[in-house]
């Protein structure tokens, strides 16, 4: 959070000017970043009206929480206040979603979604908002986890009258979240009265929930099953919720109208993409739509037929490659979920494809052809081969060739990297992704960065780091031959070789060899430790620590990085690959090693002076996590 004080303390600072100047310093630290001014704007307008409602409501010694920080990722609550229920003399919470809308239009399909004057895309219902911020904190807070019913919902719209917002009241209402405008603002304040106490302090209350242990994140692959069988495992929140809803409208109308529509999700890398998509293809399966999920990665797609589909062959078969579609009828399925689509192809036709099917027909064409709502869920700085072109224009463009309607939706919290959106402007920047170039990174309280000194110690610490009970894994720049693949029961080929440290390169087949995963399940399976995942088995998965070693294709040399194409191993780098296209590909393979990292990332370079810049880059040292000794790791 930006700030924390007693409802009487923000009122004096609101007043003053004192308390902005603190937010913006505090957001500057965290974020390495000013605020925008609709932000600054926002926190001018809509504060001191709570802090004045909170006072005049007796609720001077409430503690209240400003731009509270969700767990393990990037969202913030506008206001959490914190204080004693007056009738239980439990901890009582309310989380408060602060609006200055004034008019707001409804949303043709859903109740849930809305619009505003302001936005160019619909947006979430705030009753909604707020009810899903209340229960991704009962989720991932241990003081909620058994106490979800400390903590309520408010979404509080002071400029708005009834009238003029009465299209959000027709959502379903339930007490986890309620909408407050101007007009009812003695009914607000009497609702606070209910949840807070006037005669009791709330510091105690808010020191207990930012003590509350963080439940660690659901990883992906790991509830999988449940998500697509049974029930929603994560709770979707923001235009995370737009998207799934906006697809679920879509394949509604296209039912009823026999029309099609073309929905693009965008979002850089751990904004909940693959979340969404597993949970629309759990929803339409229970629904009866015929759905299927699609990726042009091998390594996601069987670990998703092993995850969710372990014991219903049905289920497996909902999972294909987006070159399964070259003969598959027109409009043979009411929707298809493209997840990775950053990945999609010029064609589906390989060395292997029958000459009667080398037709040169395009595979975005084939994917919008095949499906009523194709869906495409895409990050365009993922793109790590030559011919990868699945970007928003080349999908617009196609769906605008047969006039069908293409709706975009952009996602920006993230819940990848600890939910550090510090961190990940910390690694675009490093790469030169972004202009300004390079900063020295300031630790936040979401994502650890450590520097090593040998491939050694980056192992040693990993390994210290499972042995309580974390997972790794180790993944490096295409920069060592890949050896063919061992006969059962012989060891792996120890391909990277740094010095006298020397670690096989994944596998690459289907089959398990000498106790390693095969290539599919090397990100997911505990015994990929040990061996050097590259991009291909690391795009798309997470983990809690991820080691990455940086190879002689990317080096800092004064003041700049150089690529080096001819220290690339990568088959794909052919010679009609230009040198700008390798250089772009290059750094966006260093994109995606650098945030696979749900709590931290260890980096190592196998050349000096990089190792000296990054050393450099990562801020002061700490002591060694692995000996408790020299400062021989850097944060």
Known sequence: MLFRASAKTVAVMALDGSLFLHLIDQFVHKHGYRPGDSETRSWERSIPV????????????????????????????DVVLAGVHPVTGEPSYVVVELKQWSQVLPHEDD?????????AHPVLNPI??????????????????????????????HNATESGVAVLREIERDARGLLFTGDRRGAFLEHLRTRLSDKHPGAGAADELLAGATVPSKQLMSVAAQEVRERQQFVLLDEQQVAYRMVLNAVERAKRADRKEVVIVTGGPG???????????????????????????????????????SRKREVQDLFKYFNSFMTTEKNTLDALICDEAHRIRETSANRYTRAALRTGRAQIDELIDVAHVPVFFLDEHQVVRPGEMGTEGEIRE??????????????????????SDAYLRWVVRLLGLEPGGPVVWEPDDRMRLLVADSPEELEAFLDARRAEKYGARMS???????????????????????????????????????????????????????QIGCVYTAQGFEYDWSGVIIGPDMVWRGDRWITDRTASKDPVFKKSVSDTDVDRLIRNTYKVLLTRGMVGTIVYSTDPETREKLRQLAGRPEPCPVTNEEPLLRR
């Open 50 to 77: 709570l802090a004045a409602a909170l006072n005049d409501a007796g609720l001077g010694d409430v503690e209240v929480m400003l731009e509270y920080a969700l767990p393990l990722n990037s969202k913030r609550a």
């Open 111 to 119: 109740p849930t979604l809305c619009h505003v004057d302001a936005y």
């Open 128 to 157: 909604e908002q707020v009810r899903r911020y209340r229960d991704y904190l009962v989720d991932f807070n241990g003081a909620l986890a058994e106490h979800g019913e400390r903590i309520q919902g408010v979404a509080f719209l």
């Open 271 to 309: 904004t909940g993409k693959s979340v969404i998509a597993l949970q629309l293809l759990g929803e339409l399966y229970r629904r009866g739509v015929t759905a299927v999920h699609a990726t042009g990665s091998q390594s996601f797609t069987k670990t998703m037929r092993k995850v969710a589909g």
């Open 398 to 419: 196609a769906a605008a060739r047969r006039g069908i309607a293409c709706h975009v939706v952009p996602l920006e919290s993230q819940f990848r990297c600890g939910g």
């Open 476 to 530: 490096a720049g295409y920069c060592w031959r890949w050896s063919p693949e061992p006969k059962p029961g012989d060891p792996l080929p120890p391909d990277v070789v740094i010095g006298g440290w020397a670690r096989p390169w994944n596998l690459r087949g289907d089959r398990s060899v000498s106790g390693a995963p095969p290539s599919a399940l090397w990100a997911t399976d505990p015994a990929g430790f040990g």
